[in-house]
């Protein structure tokens, strides 16, 4: 009879490391109180209800906050991620903020590789959690790079841009989507006839869109897309490349693995200085100061709200505050930098003021 052969792992994970882990990622998700649905106070008269989902509120300020729980979670339960293991991620500034931010909890080293056109507030915040900013020219090489720099250190690559999708559990345990729909049920259209939401891993709308069919819900997902992402033209059947966005946190240079397009309803892309604008027309009817992604999905909320009015539909649109508008003091709160950029508001302002006011598009 042959011996068993017994071939012990080489560098067995301290599993009482990765349980210690787990309880401070958890410990921190129930010291968090779910983000607020918050109501928009369209103009009187209105059949169309509008609501903001305000991931801003989160420790970290943004919507990643979810997103790298889950994928520090999904790399340490699959023996990925172990005691003093180097952490690098590809991003555009705020996956990497809240990564790094679960990075000090566990007391890893953590490097976030981005565009050197990334905002400085962004910068600040990351370093300012104990993260290193490796800065390329290239937006595009910023895979390839956070590859190379986990190699060298013997680390691990999160990679949200292909783990998005599968690290959080799409079926529920308090996910975007099942927060949504609760926070939705007393409302006057509990059912909202459309969700919108930008798309930089494509986790966020993989996670509605799947949620929404496995529960019957009959809710519509609408992705909006920004100037230069490969999404849309993707999902237009135009190629699959970009020269990626300015619109921070959405829009790649590449169409993502974790985008899935066949939970998709319908894309809308919206220019550069449409998002900035509506960005901007939201604080100044509302009081709300969120980022350009966040302009992105009001200013295609605004244009499904009017669709429905003309249509006569009754019902309700709900999107995000993706983040803060004081991480972009330097670029898009900033005057000097539209200029440079060459971006006009001032037509797009009109779109959104005919649109909030008279619920009529002209855009």
Same mark, same amino acid.
């Given at each position: ?80 991620? *172990?005691? %003093? /293991?180097?952490? #690098?991620? +590809?991003?555009? @500034?705020?996956? &990497? ?6 990075? $000090? =909890? ?91 939401? *930008?798309? %930089? /891993?494509?986790? #966020?709308? +993989?996670?509605? @869109?799947?949620? &929404? ?6 809710? $519509? =997902? ?142």
């Amino acid at each position: 009879m042959q011996p068993v052969t017994d071939v012990p792992t080489a560098s067995p994970i301290d599993r009482a490391w990765t349980q210690e882990a787990v309880r401070r990622l958890m410990a921190d998700a129930n010291r968090t109180a779910d983000t607020h649905l918050r109501a928009v106070p369209l103009p009187r008269g209105w059949a169309v209800d509008l609501y903001l989902k305000d991931e801003s509120t989160h420790p970290t300020g943004s919507l990643k906050h979810r997103l790298a729980r889950s994928l520090f979670l999904y790399a340490i339960c699959n023996g990925w991620i *172990g005691p %003093g /293991t180097t952490v #690098t991620e +590809a991003s555009s @500034g705020s996956t &990497a903020i809240s990564e790094a931010h679960m990075a $000090r =909890l566990l007391g890893l080293p953590f490097i976030a590789v981005m565009s050197k056109t990334t905002s400085p507030e962004k910068i600040s915040l990351i370093e300012s959690e104990g993260g290193v900013c490796h800065l390329v020219d290239d937006p595009a090489a910023v895979y390839d790079v956070a590859r190379q720099l986990a190699e060298d250190h013997h680390g691990h690559y999160m990679d949200q841009f292909t783990y998005a999708e599968r690290a959080t559990d799409w079926r529920g345990n308090n996910n975007i989507a099942e927060s949504i729909f609760e926070q939705m049920s007393l409302e006057r259209h509990p059912i909202p006839e459309w969700v919108v939401v *930008g798309a %930089g /891993t494509g986790g #966020t709308s +993989a996670t509605i @869109g799947r949620f &929404a069919r496995y529960r019957g819900i009959d809710s $519509r =997902l609408a992705v909006v897309d920004p100037e230069g992402s490969a999404f849309l033209r993707s999902f237009a059947g135009q190629g699959t490349g970009g020269r990626g966005s300015r619109i921070e946190g959405i829009g790649r240079p590449r169409v993502e693995p974790s985008f899935n397009p066949a939970i998709v309803d319908r894309m809308l892309g919206v220019p550069d200085a449409a998002s900035i604008a509506a960005m901007r027309f939201l604080k100044r009817r509302t009081g709300i100061q969120a980022g350009a992604s966040t302009g992105t999905n009001l200013y295609g909320a605004l244009l499904l709200a009017c669709e429905m009015r003309a249509a006569g539909r009754a019902g309700s649109i709900v999107t995000l505050v993706c983040d803060h508008a004081e991480r972009y003091c330097e670029t898009y709160e900033c005057d000097d930098w539209l200029r440079e950029h060459g971006l006009d508001l001032e037509p797009y302002e009109r779109v959104l003021k005919q649109a909030w006011d008279d619920g009529v598009w002209t855009g």
